[in-house]
């Protein structure tokens, strides 16, 4: 059973970066899409970024794409996410989460995705 753990979250000023790291362990990453998402206090989870490691498949949210970038760590079971430019509105608890459905607008959505992670803690603030 894949298990995943978020680390790299903390405190950072506007305009700066942030890498985020989602850890599986129990089995591989490349039988799974990885998706981000992330979580404001009061707010439903909002999708950020995914990616299929074995089919390239990848997907960011329009208010990401030229900021964020999502990869596999190699050599690693790891999924990565780099954040740039960061604001204070991407201040929310950033999760990381499997599905075996494809990464694609449609299918990239919190009910698709089975295992998540725990969550890590971003705060841009000055």
């Known amino acids: 059973q894949l298990k995943l753990v978020e680390s790299g979250g903390g405190l950072v000023q506007p305009g700066g970066s942030l890498r985020l790291s989602c850890a599986g362990s129990g089995t591989s990453l490349d039988y799974y899409t990885i998706g981000w998402f992330r979580q404001a206090p009061g707010k439903e989870h909002e999708r950020v970024s995914c990616f299929n490691s074995r089919s390239g498949g990848k997907f960011y949210s329009d208010s990401m794409k030229d900021r964020f970038t999502i990869s596999r760590e190699r050599g690693a079971n790891t999924m990565l996410l780099q954040m740039n430019d960061l604001r204070p509105e991407d201040t929310a608890v950033y999760y990381c989460?499997?599905?075996?459905?494809?990464?694609?607008?449609?299918?990239?959505?919190?009910?698709?995705?089975?295992?998540w992670g725990q969550g890590t803690q971003v705060t841009v603030s000055s």
């Open positions: 989460a499997a599905t075996k459905s494809i990464c694609s607008t449609a299918q990239f959505l919190p009910r698709n995705y089975d295992i």
